[in-house]
């Protein structure tokens, strides 16, 4: 199996317990203090799929509660047997421990949720030492009426959702209207529950991961099967994924950033870009646009309809393009149905299949060596990944 699908993996196995990196939310933070210092004052902020004993959100947000000017940190956790660990393996920390209500048997079925509002222990300042906590009436699920009810209450929700609740975890918070940062699967761009929000610049991506991978703590029984992992001095296990971002509805200052486009004058990047220096710019066959395989090969030159990876949208800026479409079924636009087809995978093996339809196509002069292309009606064409239909808007190019 690759050793590069830890996201797809966690997804299908319902394996949640992924935990993010301080230096991550920091500054990720930083991006949306950078546009606006006042962003989170006298605001309340609401981590609803923590585990705050030792969850990065929470002690960011604890720790910061003062420079940040927050009105009130809510954070909430799942209980213990609604996880995918084993209970029997299950330690509760000695800060829970040490509570009087503290009951072993509670702690495995209910949710808890901790507070800070207020210097608790009188040292003239309000940090992680003031956190309160007690356990929920239930298990602690972002779907309860209980955790709605302290969505309702706050002004901005930031976590790192569930990965097999994600579309799910969206629509939750959409509906309530709030500010909110989540990470989540690069692919969910192309989600039909996601992509028309993107479309419509109500989510956009965040401002600080744009490429490579990211790690992530996750528990002692995670397999360590991803491309890159290591366990520190302390015992603790950490994973590295691939296509990680932030979704968000927080401004920053890089959406606004106008890209650079290909010009004569800078058109050397393309020695790295031999399909576009070569034969230039081809058309699909089955939507009325430009293949640009690449975000630094959007030409300053063009003004219709081109199709871009979704990495655009690392560098997308609502002032210099328009987002038209996806090149998925359910989104529709093809001008195009193809009857069934010929493919022929990378080995040579021919199948039937109408696999073609979803998404863009280009029909080919020559064979890509070690690459899957379809036949029809004795044509060849090769599948793109899904690609983001743009244009630019008038006067911006």
């Given at each position: 199996m690759a050793k590069n699908d830890a996201l797809g993996k966690a997804k299908e196995a319902k394996n949640d317990e992924f935990y993010t990196i301080y230096a991550d939310i920091e500054k990720e933070m930083n991006a949306y203090l950078e546009y606006d210092e006042n962003v989170f004052r006298n605001k309340t902020i609401l981590l609803p799929c923590d585990d705050p004993e030792w969850s990065?959100?929470?002690?960011?947000?604890?720790?910061?509660?003062?420079?940040?000017?927050?009105?009130?940190?809510?954070?909430?956790?799942?209980?213990?047997?609604?996880k995918k660990y084993k209970v029997k393996d299950w330690q509760p920390t000695l800060f829970e421990q040490q509570a009087p209500w503290f009951d072993v048997d509670k702690s495995k079925i209910k949710g808890k949720i901790f507070t800070l509002d207020h210097d608790t222990n009188r040292n003239g300042r309000i940090d992680i030492e003031d956190l309160e906590w007690k356990y929920l009436d239930g298990d602690g699920d972002f779907r309860s009426e209980e955790i709605k009810r302290l969505r309702d209450e706050a002004d901005f929700i930031i976590t790192n959702p569930p990965f097999s609740l994600f579309r799910e975890f969206v629509a939750w918070i959409m509906e309530s209207g709030k500010k909110f940062a989540i990470i989540g699967n690069m692919n969910a761009i192309t989600y039909k529950e996601i992509f028309p929000l993107l479309k419509k610049n109500d989510v956009w991506l965040g401002a600080s991961i744009h490429s490579g991978d990211r790690e992530f703590g996750v528990p002692k029984e995670y397999p360590l099967e991803a491309a890159g992992w290591r366990i520190d001095e302390k015992g603790n296990h950490f994973i590295r994924v691939k296509g990680v971002r932030w979704f968000t509805n927080i401004e920053h200052g890089r959406r606004h950033e106008p890209l650079s486009l290909m010009t004569e004058a800078n058109n050397i990047k393309f020695s790295k870009h031999k399909e576009v220096k070569g034969t230039g710019y081809k058309k699909y066959d089955n939507y009325d646009a430009i293949e640009v395989p690449y975000t630094d090969a959007i030409p300053?030159?063009?003004?219709?309809v081109m199709g871009v990876p979704i990495s655009f949208l690392d560098k997308y800026c609502p002032e210099q393009f328009e987002i038209l479409g996806i090149t998925k079924t359910w989104f529709g636009g093809a001008n195009k149905v193809y009857p069934e087809q010929t493919q022929v995978d990378k080995h040579g093996k021919k199948s039937r299949v109408t696999k073609l339809n979803d998404g863009a196509t280009i029909e080919l002069s020559e064979v890509p060596e070690g690459e899957t292309y379809y036949i029809v009606n004795e044509k060849k064409y090769q599948q793109l990944y899904a690609r983001v239909l743009i244009k630019p808007k008038e006067g911006s190019v």
């Amino acid at each position: 199996m690759a050793k590069n699908d830890a996201l797809g993996k966690a997804k299908e196995a319902k394996n949640d317990e992924f935990y993010t990196i301080y230096a991550d939310i920091e500054k990720e933070m930083n991006a949306y203090l950078e546009y606006d210092e006042n962003v989170f004052r006298n605001k309340t902020i609401l981590l609803p799929c923590d585990d705050p004993e030792w969850s990065n959100f929470t002690r960011y947000f604890a720790q910061n509660f003062e420079k940040l000017g927050l009105k009130k940190l809510i954070s909430t956790s799942y209980a213990v047997e609604s996880k995918k660990y084993k209970v029997k393996d299950w330690q509760p920390t000695l800060f829970e421990q040490q509570a009087p209500w503290f009951d072993v048997d509670k702690s495995k079925i209910k949710g808890k949720i901790f507070t800070l509002d207020h210097d608790t222990n009188r040292n003239g300042r309000i940090d992680i030492e003031d956190l309160e906590w007690k356990y929920l009436d239930g298990d602690g699920d972002f779907r309860s009426e209980e955790i709605k009810r302290l969505r309702d209450e706050a002004d901005f929700i930031i976590t790192n959702p569930p990965f097999s609740l994600f579309r799910e975890f969206v629509a939750w918070i959409m509906e309530s209207g709030k500010k909110f940062a989540i990470i989540g699967n690069m692919n969910a761009i192309t989600y039909k529950e996601i992509f028309p929000l993107l479309k419509k610049n109500d989510v956009w991506l965040g401002a600080s991961i744009h490429s490579g991978d990211r790690e992530f703590g996750v528990p002692k029984e995670y397999p360590l099967e991803a491309a890159g992992w290591r366990i520190d001095e302390k015992g603790n296990h950490f994973i590295r994924v691939k296509g990680v971002r932030w979704f968000t509805n927080i401004e920053h200052g890089r959406r606004h950033e106008p890209l650079s486009l290909m010009t004569e004058a800078n058109n050397i990047k393309f020695s790295k870009h031999k399909e576009v220096k070569g034969t230039g710019y081809k058309k699909y066959d089955n939507y009325d646009a430009i293949e640009v395989p690449y975000t630094d090969a959007i030409p300053s030159d063009y003004k219709d309809v081109m199709g871009v990876p979704i990495s655009f949208l690392d560098k997308y800026c609502p002032e210099q393009f328009e987002i038209l479409g996806i090149t998925k079924t359910w989104f529709g636009g093809a001008n195009k149905v193809y009857p069934e087809q010929t493919q022929v995978d990378k080995h040579g093996k021919k199948s039937r299949v109408t696999k073609l339809n979803d998404g863009a196509t280009i029909e080919l002069s020559e064979v890509p060596e070690g690459e899957t292309y379809y036949i029809v009606n004795e044509k060849k064409y090769q599948q793109l990944y899904a690609r983001v239909l743009i244009k630019p808007k008038e006067g911006s190019v």
